[in-house]
């Protein structure tokens, strides 16, 4: 299926010094990491409120571990997919391009992204909540149950270092992302239901900052009516269309010279 992206777009495209890309579980979709509300979604089984918070961990360790076990062998297994390869390609075509995620899957740099800001943590990470010892997956994948710190005459609880509904987004990963939404001059929103807060506030913020907004979905989310262009196809379909049009035109526009 071909894609065709509007004149207006390549046009913002071909003058922009910062692009940005705000992803959420859409863009993992297709390397097989299931996403959130889609009826594969793993809160069709399970809901955030009995399990992504901290009363339910404190309440019930073993549980929430099983959850977070069962989603770092998943996400070990998978791959990234061409969109986020795609994204990677833009980072040396345009001055300043970055990624913010709502994703805890470690795809981007991966791929290779490398300014990525993870406003809900990194599921390869893990803490321990007493003395902020880190620990590997490898480490708490080989502990049966809720593993306990083995730092000397610590034993606290370790846990996953992701953001957790009721608690702060990391100041700095909120504070770069946002310093980046509001330079963008290009911003495109891909693979997010803008349901979660605060960081559904993002693209509305960088709009509002002057940013051409482009969302890419394969359905309408909230966000769409206030788009300025909703590219209604897969990620790992239209990222890769578009870096080849923005190849293209950066090669044309050096001919000229
Ligand atoms: C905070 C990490 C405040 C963990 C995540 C009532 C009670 C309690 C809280 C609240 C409440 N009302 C509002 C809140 C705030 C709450 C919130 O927003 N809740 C929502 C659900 C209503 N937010 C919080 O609690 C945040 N913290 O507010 O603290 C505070 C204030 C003062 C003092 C102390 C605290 C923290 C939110 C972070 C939660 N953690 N993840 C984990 O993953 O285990 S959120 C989780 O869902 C993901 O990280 C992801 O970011 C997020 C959103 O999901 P999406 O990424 O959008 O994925 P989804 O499945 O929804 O959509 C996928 C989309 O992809 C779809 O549109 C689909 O069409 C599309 N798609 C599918 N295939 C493709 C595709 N797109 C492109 N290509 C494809 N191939
Ligand atoms: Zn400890």
Not at 24 to 41: C, I, K, L, M
């Given at each position: 299926m071909?894609?065709?992206?509007?004149?207006?777009?390549?046009?913002?495209?071909?003058?922009?010094?910062?692009?940005?890309?705000?992803?959420?579980?859409?863009?993992?979709?297709?390397?097989?990491?299931?996403?959130?509300?889609?009826?594969?979604?793993?809160?069709?089984?399970?809901?955030p409120?009995?399990?992504?918070?901290?009363?339910a961990?404190?309440?019930?360790?073993?549980?929430v571990?099983?959850?977070?076990k069962?989603?770092?062998?998943?996400?070990?297994?998978?791959?990234?997919?061409?969109?986020?390869?795609?994204?990677?390609?833009m980072?040396?075509?345009?001055?300043?391009?970055?990624?913010?995620?709502?994703?805890?899957?470690?795809?981007?740099?991966?791929a290779g992204?490398?300014?990525?800001?993870?406003?809900?943590?990194?599921?390869?990470r893990?803490?321990?909540?007493?003395?902020?010892?880190?620990?590997?997956n490898?480490?708490?994948?080989?502990?049966?149950?809720a593993?306990?710190?083995?730092?000397?005459?610590?034993?606290?609880?370790?846990?996953?270092?992701?953001?957790?509904?009721?608690?702060?987004?990391?100041?700095?990963?909120?504070?770069?992302?946002?310093?980046?939404?509001?330079?963008?001059?290009?911003?495109?929103?891909?693979?997010?239901?803008?349901?979660?807060h605060?960081?559904?506030?993002?693209?509305?913020?960088?709009?509002?900052?002057?940013?051409?907004?482009?969302?890419?979905?394969?359905?309408?989310?909230?966000?769409?009516?206030?788009?300025d262009?909703?590219?209604?196809a897969?990620?790992g379909?239209?990222?890769?269309?578009?870096?080849?049009?923005?190849?293209?035109?950066?090669?044309?526009?050096?001919?000229?010279h």
């Amino acid at each position: 299926m071909s894609i065709v992206f509007s004149d207006k777009l390549l046009g913002r495209l071909a003058e922009a010094q910062t692009v940005v890309a705000f992803t959420g579980a859409g863009v993992s979709a297709e390397s097989g990491v299931p996403t959130f509300r889609g009826n594969d979604g793993i809160w069709a089984k399970f809901k955030p409120a009995e399990l992504a918070n901290i009363n339910a961990f404190m309440k019930n360790p073993e549980l929430v571990w099983e959850w977070y076990k069962q989603r770092k062998q998943i996400i070990a297994s998978v791959q990234p997919n061409p969109g986020h390869y795609a994204l990677a390609g833009m980072e040396s075509l345009f001055p300043e391009c970055e990624v913010i995620t709502q994703n805890i899957d470690n795809l981007h740099r991966r791929a290779g992204s490398t300014k990525v800001h993870e406003l809900h943590g990194n599921i390869e990470r893990n803490y321990c909540m007493k003395c902020g010892a880190q620990y590997s997956n490898e480490h708490v994948l080989s502990v049966v149950g809720a593993p306990r710190c083995t730092q000397a005459k610590c034993g606290g609880q370790i846990r996953p270092d992701v953001v957790w509904f009721g608690e702060l987004l990391p100041e700095n990963e909120w504070k770069n992302a946002m310093r980046a939404a509001e330079r963008a001059d290009v911003f495109l929103s891909i693979g997010t239901s803008g349901v979660v807060h605060p960081a559904a506030s993002i693209p509305p913020a960088a709009k509002q900052s002057g940013a051409f907004l482009v969302e890419i979905n394969p359905e309408e989310t909230p966000l769409t009516n206030s788009v300025d262009e909703f590219i209604q196809a897969p990620s790992g379909e239209v990222l890769p269309a578009l870096l080849e049009q923005i190849q293209l035109m950066k090669l044309t526009k050096n001919k000229v010279h």
